[in-house]
């Protein structure tokens, strides 16, 4: 392929994008029926003979950009969704274009040097002890993975086991706490480690999600306490300096699932809810959720970096940390794309303050939503403390029909939830490029819709 047609298809590209970036404020937030009807035109026989590269992005763009869910824009509030800030999209396209492998540093010393600065502004901006260790990998699930399998690693090797090597049959057992209301990829993570979905104590939790810290079993120095930051429903956050102190005191390692709720830590606003945080051992978080960089983004921190390092190296555990990090030490992938770079960016472009402004501002946005929908006579069912926001529209089924409507309007997208047994319609405001008038206009939707949708109960 010659240089002109590069040019020209990337250029394409850029224009095709732009417009599409430009415009996803004028179309129904879900896609059309129409458009998803359309999908059907991508069945196509695999082809004999090869296509034009630009006829390959023009159908990609004519078929498919109609048919995205419009998450990148400015009033997607469904599950817990980042946008894609400006800079960190524009420096993902670009180490799109470099193409490298980020296993080894001789494979791409840009990339080595670009995590390592990455990994301790993360640090930095989340309030994490600097000797950490850490990795960036595909998101809050993976995130997990790796943290629990650095506890693994450090409390199998203090009963004198290699896991490693030995794997876990006739392992000395390892005791897992987690919450009752532990998010499912946590458990998936406990499943993929040999600790089991179901082999764990679960301790009961308050009106808001959050873990008991009264309530946690005898701690022992082969127990895991998994803590949440970050209810994926209420946003609540777990009592981590109860937790933490408890835990340490015997020994216990901590792993915080903080996907979201880690993000509360930079913002000084919400330092207090977050407190205690830093005084466990591993901490898990999305890049992808609030800091608004592009799928696929995952960030996980381990004090101990040594545990995390024999966990993940593809060298004999025995080795000595060498000097120069190792991305693919840290992480379960070996080759894989340049993540760092995209978060990198993302914090290159905030700062310290504009991290900060991101979460307030979001959280800002959710207690509008809150205090509207409450003033309206709907039923806010948890207490915004961050960023998500749990509203029921009367019995269940009537909630259930607000949801659909609601997303058939198009004005904004919100999803559903069970919250203590109670159909709700879940508000997650992440994007940083919702504005005040976004918050009105789909707060104004969704109560002219509720109304309306109640009434035909
Ligand atoms: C979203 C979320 C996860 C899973 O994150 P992925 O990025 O989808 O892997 C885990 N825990 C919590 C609390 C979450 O909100």
Redesign the pocket.
Known sequence: MSNDTIESLLQDCTARATTYLNTIDQRSVAPSAAAQADLAQFVMPFPAKSTDPAEVLATLDQIGSPATVASAGQRYFGF?TGGSLPATLAANWLAAAWDQNSAFSVMSPVVAQIERVALGWMLDVLGLPTESAGGFVT????A?FVGLGAARHALLTRAGWDVEAQGLFGAPPIQVVVGDEV?V??LKALGMLGLGRERVHRVPTDAQGRMVAEKLPPLTDMTIVCT?A?N?NSGAIDPHDAICTSSRAKGAWVHV?G??GLWAKASPQFQEIAAGIELADSWAT?T??WLNVPYDG?FVACRDAQAMHQAFTINAPYLELQAQREPCHYTPEMSRRARGIDVWAALYSLGREGAAALIERTCRHASRFGQGLAEAGFDVLNDVVLNQVLVSFGDDETTNRVIEAVQADGTCWCGGTVWHGRAAMRISVSSWATTDDDVERSLAAIIRVAKGAAGRG
Not at 139 to 142: D, H, I, K, L, W
Request: charged content about 15%; aromatic content about 6%; glycine content about 16%.
């Open positions: 817990v998101g809050a699930t993976m997990n998010h990829s946590l949440q970050g994926v699932d996907a979201f999305d992808h959720k995952g």
